[in-house]
């Protein structure tokens, strides 16, 4: 059975300085891998997904996030945190043939600090 | 990507009653999804629900405590019956849109606290 791991369940950065939030999977075949953001009392929004091709993925806010199949790995970064960055970062994989039924892991929630 | 509507948004319950959950998607969708997040929890895959069949559920969910319904390809319900304070989670749902355009969205969920 898939799964998805993200180790770091707090992080704290100061605005302007660089992030990178973990994520592991494991997954028997090429995955489909997400990033979504919680913002507090809000809905799930999609920042990026990776189903196939270029391995170094783009996505809306200015997050990017690089598959690594030999690490399997999908971490995402960004250059420059916002303070409205602070929220709840869920990274997902896609089951085999419906890749929309997703695992998701147990979540990062990042503070942002001015 | 499709637009969905959830309601209620939110709602407080008393132990031992049911609430049903409405999720409206703005264009027909072949899947749709329900999610659980329990407080601090990470989201959990409910059931998925095809138009015309019955839901397909995860382990530890049980249809009798979740029943779903997907009349057609815009819409479903899902009904938490015989509510506990266990049950205070958000609900959301997720629809799958057509082949080739792999958009995941999701509902803005019902907050639901059964007291």
């Known amino acids: 059975a898939q799964s998805v791991t993200q180790p770091d369940i707090h992080i704290t950065v100061s605005e302007g300085a660089s992030l990178e939030l973990r994520c592991n999977y494991s997954?028997?075949?090429?995955?489909?891998l997400f990033w979504y953001v919680q913002s507090p009392g809000q809905g799930l929004q999609l920042l990026l997904k990776?189903?196939?091709?270029?391995?170094l993925v783009q996505g809306i806010k200015g997050f990017e996030a690089e598959f690594k199949r030999s690490q399997s790995s999908f971490n995402l970064r960004k250059p420059s945190v916002h303070w409205s960055d602070a929220a709840e970062y869920f990274c997902?994989?896609?089951?085999?043939?419906?890749?929309?039924?997703?695992?998701f892991g147990t979540g990062t929630r990042l503070q942002v600090t001015l | 990507s499709a637009v969905i509507s959830q309601k209620p948004s939110r709602d407080i319950c008393q132990r031992g009653t049911s609430l049903t959950i409405q999720c409206q998607v703005d264009s027909q969708v072949t899947m749709m999804f329900w999610y659980r997040q329990q407080p601090g929890q990470s989201l959990t895959l409910i059931a998925t629900a095809n138009q015309g069949s019955e839901a397909t559920y995860e382990s530890g969910f049980v249809i009798d405590k979740f029943p779903i319904s997907r009349p057609n390809l815009t819409f479903s319900t899902l009904t938490v019956s015989n509510m506990s304070p266990e049950d205070s989670s958000i609900y959301l749902c997720s629809v799958d849109l057509a082949k080739g355009s792999y958009g995941y969205t999701f509902g803005s969920g019902t907050r639901l606290t059964v007291v």
């Open positions: 990776y189903f196939s091709g270029d391995t």
């Open positions: 997902a994989v896609g089951h085999a043939g419906t890749a929309s039924k997703l695992t």
């Open positions: 997954y028997g075949a090429t995955p489909y």
